[in-house]
């Protein structure tokens, strides 16, 4: 009872804190701490820390940290480009001011969807963004909303094939990769994006109605003004045309299907295995060609720029340096959720979760996904926690219940989509901050394209998966 009791408290605070502006780094262990301490277990304390926090935190970063790298240089080479800019301008000249929430939804699908950080989108979108709906005196209240519903939903959990951290973390505990369900995610990620796109609608036509428009607001002295002139300092002097911008995009979908559907299945790692006896090739291949394609996506990227770049060096630097404090974050609460789990309270909670539906493994899925998403406030978070206690488990009872594991992950990714962004998550806080509103303003829209209609979704595929199966 008192292991359960401190479960739930540190996990209160985890919230409080993180909410209050905490950063995760030292939140996460002084957690786990804590809740080895209310277990009554002081001895344990020192060595939860050392062995069970810091193991776990290792054991992600040994498997994530290159595509976290390699997203976020991807993510930098493409703002400093110019080709981000350039995919945005084509975009918004295409569909016009009348139709400014479309084309920032647009916009940010496309640059995430190809492997942009939402976070580097966010930074590059919001001025014109700005200017769209200031253009077609749409409320500025409902920007924040659409930059979320174009980059934190379909194009991060849903899509088959998005390169996005949260895609790749179900990888290695069900030898799956990005494009599993592909049918399925394509119905769910085509949910999030109607939906959502007619609930901004039908919210500016009400707005409108009501003789508001874009409102008054100081644009000079909003953080996110500062932080865009700050992200593209280093900008090209030279425009990308939108051809040359998109190519990198493509390539990072089109060579990841190539590598895993047609490269990797005709290859014999026979070899291989022999060499590295404790490889798990079948949970290694998606991430494999997810790093490849980055890698290529990048390298090309930079010699269709070469003599066209401001300073490469500085640009490569900081894309850098902008994985680390991502990657760091979510391993940090990783190994918060290793210590939870060895913690006798832990089996309580996996026993509830479990038994949700015993007969189908997709609903207690889906609810520990979500759940640990929303308490950690990251989506990645939620699903490296979930599934590094209960992937071994969700499998098991996969297998018995003869439900594909392609459908256990993108169920298990989607669901993490859902309460991900609570007012405490750090990418609701950024985002809020860039555009330089406030929660009373803005959060309820944006709570309802990437809570409440991605949740919908999630049902939805859930339903049509114990149906019809995988697809």
Request: aromatic share 10%.
């Amino acid at each position: 009872m008192f292991s359960t009791f401190a479960i739930v408290i540190t996990l209160l605070l985890l919230m409080f804190f993180a909410y209050r502006g905490y950063s995760v780094l030292i939140l996460a262990p002084i957690m786990a701490t804590l809740a080895v301490l209310l277990s009554g277990d002081f001895l344990s304390s020192i060595p939860a820390y050392t062995d069970v926090f810091m193991g776990a935190l290792s054991g992600f970063l040994l498997k994530f940290f290159p595509i976290f790298l390699l997203g976020a240089l991807f993510g930098r080479l493409m703002a400093d480009s110019g080709a981000a800019t350039a995919i945005a301008n084509t975009v918004v000249e295409k569909l016009g001011a009348s139709k400014a929430i479309l084309a920032v939804i647009l916009v940010c699908a496309i640059l995430t969807y190809g492997g942009v950080s939402l976070f580097v989108v966010a930074f590059a979108i919001y001025p014109i963004a700005k200017d769209l709906f200031k253009a077609a005196d749409v409320p500025k209240r409902l920007i924040p909303a659409a930059i979320a519903l174009g980059s934190f939903t379909f194009t991060m959990t849903a899509l088959p094939g998005t390169p996005a951290i949260q895609n790749a973390i179900p990888i290695p505990y069900y030898n799956t990769n990005v494009f599993a369900a592909p049918i399925l995610g394509i119905i769910g990620g085509t949910i999030m994006f109607v939906c959502g796109w007619l609930w901004l609608q039908t919210r500016a036509k009400k707005a409108n109605a009501a003789g508001e428009g874009y409102g008054q607001h100081d644009e000079e002295d909003v953080g996110g003004v500062g932080a865009v002139k700050k992200e593209t300092e280093t900008l090209s002097t030279h425009p990308t045309s939108f051809t040359v911008a998109m190519i990198p995009l493509v390539l990072v979908i089109a060579l990841n299907a190539v590598l895993t559907y047609f490269i990797f299945p005709s290859m014999d790692f026979s070899g291989l295995q022999a060499q590295f006896p404790d490889l798990n090739i079948a949970g290694s291949l998606g991430l494999w060609s997810i790093i490849i394609s980055l890698v290529v996506a990048c390298t090309v990227l930079i010699v269709l720029r070469i003599g066209h770049w401001n300073n490469l060096q500085k640009t490569i630097n900081r894309g850098t340096y902008d994985s680390m404090l991502p990657i760091f974050n979510t391993a940090s609460e990783v190994g918060y959720g290793a210590v939870i789990a060895s913690l006798a309270g832990f089996l309580i909670i996996r026993d509830s979760i479990l038994n949700l539906n015993p007969d189908n493994p997709l609903i207690s899925e889906a609810v520990a996904m979500t759940t640990l998403a929303g308490i950690t406030g990251s989506s990645s978070g939620g699903l490296s926690i979930a599934l590094s206690t209960l992937g071994e488990d969700y499998l098991r009872m996969a297998v018995n219940a003869g439900i594909d594991p392609e459908l256990m992950h993108r169920v298990a990714v989607m669901a993490a989509g859902g309460l991900d962004t609570l007012p405490h998550s750090g990418a609701v806080i950024t985002l809020l901050a860039i555009c330089g509103l406030t929660h009373k303003q803005s959060y309820l829209n944006l709570a309802m394209v990437t809570i409440v209609i991605p949740l919908v979704a999630v049902v939805a595929i859930i339903i049509l998966g114990t149906m019809f199966g995988s697809f």
